[in-house]
């Protein structure tokens, strides 16, 4: 998978969600806490969403086809988007779901195994906090100087910001279950357990909503970034030898996290001749794609006179 794809980060979190999903059913059938049967069904949705994307991480490797001349590297979006529409339906709704039914009918924890729901949340925590880490160390080789919110925001590969947003989500959900568990126990009031379930599909609502709309982004095709785009400006138009004398247009697009489709029109001297035009033209292209390392650019570029300014929709207009 690719340098933003993080499969370390996926199986980690995996094998952590699995564990922990199975551990907390348990303890739902023990005490009967909404607060864990929210938490159990969250854990074994994020453990079905780390297996779409690794489904689709390996569906994206299939070689182009006449019908995909592009490749299938956008496979990865989509099954990334269908993580946000699991997220909010299987892991939100049913959470608010069993909070409204538990608003209703508010029933305290009891019987000889009220123990087990505070001793298997302190344990999902730490088993959380693990995945977590291996996350964000994950992420931190590819973030460079980005903010956690412009790295969520901006990168290409979608699996590192969905497992990001996962994780942080189940740590969250595991501190609002062990809040209502606990009150609940204190109190012998049904309510407080009500309420951490309620928490908990809330932030999973919002969370998926979040995700959604990246993936969303990330599926209709978004551009290279800005210094992307100037790096492979810059490398086309090449120095005061170059016979292309400037950049008239120029578009990216992402087929995928590290495929980047390149479509430009190169200004070339009136009176060069074919032959003359198609060796600048290949020394342009090649030192464009020596210009941003670690993707691959499907390139399409078009000489012709230069006639004045570009047209109004330029690279500069891109955004991120």
Known sequence: MSVEGGTKA???ALMANTGIAITKLIAFLLTGSSSM????????ADSGNQGLLLVGGKRSRRAATPKHPFGYGRERYFYAFIV?????????????????????DPEPITGTWWWVPVAVLVIAIALEGFSFHTAITESNQVRGDRSWPAFIRTAKAPE???????DLAALLGLVFALFGVSMTLATSNGTWDAVGTALIGTLLVLVAIVLSIEMKSLLLGESATIDQIRAIEAALEGDEES???????????????EELLVGAKLAVGRLDYGHQIAVAIDA??????????????VMYLEPDIDRGPSDPVSWQHASD
């Open 10 to 12: 996926i199986v980690a």
């Open 37 to 44: 049967l929210a938490e159990s069904v969250h854990s074994l």
């Open 84 to 104: 946000s529409i699991v997220l909010f339906t299987v892991g939100g709704l049913f959470a608010l779901y069993e909070a409204w039914h538990k608003f209703q």
């Open 160 to 166: 590192l910001p969905v497992i990001l947003l996962e």
């Open 243 to 257: 016979a292309v004398e400037r950049v008239i247009h120029l578009r990216t697009l992402h087929l995928g996290p």
């Open 284 to 297: 342009a292209e090649q030192r464009a794609r020596e210009s941003v390392p670690g993707l691959h650019l």
